[in-house]
């Protein structure tokens, strides 16, 4: 965890709602290292999301610069923005945002259709991943047969599966009982563990103590300061 992957500078992204301009993300300045295991805390509406969604290339600032590695996110051509969602990025979100009609090995298996990956080796791919979280015999399951935690992880699969250096997870347990935000909880740090650089965005504080290392809160899209968590200081 030495050096920074992903740095903001005087971030910004405004929307015009009517007649009013909202601050989602107001001037935002963060440091994102390399292995690290960040939450992002806040209310409904803090600009958590939108952070995520800004980081993960999926929104572009009114202002201010991203960096990933170095290089500037806004002087990527299209292709390569696509290049480094598909590549670098995975995403998890709080709705599952799985396709129905699909397996849960078919919505795995769909998040390798856009790498250099073989038509016959993703299959086997994607069934090894569901496996590894515990889902090997629910991989024929559509997402209207599975419970809302193995939804999620069907989803944590998705994510995983292409092997992204960062995952964004934008309230990964917001819909899950007790015993299944523990359990999504306790996998995603397995994979930190394991050097996947992970930023949580949630507003359960508990949560993002025991398991983070660091944690930034927000407010009305202003980031205040940053403070380790108790699973930081024990490092």
Do not use: W
């Not at 989602?24 to 999301?49: D, M, P, R, T």
């Amino acid at each position: 965890m030495d050096s920074d992957l992903i740095q903001t500078e005087n971030l910004c992204r405004f929307y015009k709602h009517g007649s009013e301009e909202i601050h989602a993300v107001n001037n935002v300045n963060l440091k994102i290292k390399n292995g690290e295991f960040l939450g992002i805390v806040g209310a409904s509406g803090s600009g958590k999301s939108t952070i995520l969604n800004l980081l993960a290339g999926l929104d572009s600032p009114t202002s201010g610069h991203i960096t990933y590695n170095g290089k500037g996110l806004s002087s990527l051509s299209r292709t390569e923005l696509a290049a480094y969602r598909a590549d670098k990025v995975g995403m998890i979100f709080q709705s599952f945002n799985l396709i129905a009609h699909q397996t849960a090995l078919q919505n795995v298996e769909l998040a390798l259709y856009f790498g250099d990956i073989p038509a016959n080796q993703r299959k086997t791919i994607a069934s090894e991943m569901l496996e590894k979280i515990g889902l090997g015999n629910r991989m024929d399951h559509k997402p209207g047969s599975l419970s809302g935690g193995e939804q999620q992880r069907v989803a944590i699969a998705r994510a995983l599966v292409k092997k992204p250096e960062i995952l964004f997870a934008d309230e990964p347990t917001g819909n899950l009982d007790q015993e299944n935000s523990q359990l999504i909880s306790e996998l995603l740090a397995e994979q930190n563990k394991q050097g996947l650089t992970i930023l949580l965005a949630t507003h359960d504080m508990n949560m993002a103590n025991k398991f983070t290392h660091r944690i930034v809160r927000m407010n009305y899209g202003k980031m205040e300061n940053a403070h380790f968590s108790i699973n930081g200081r024990n490092e």
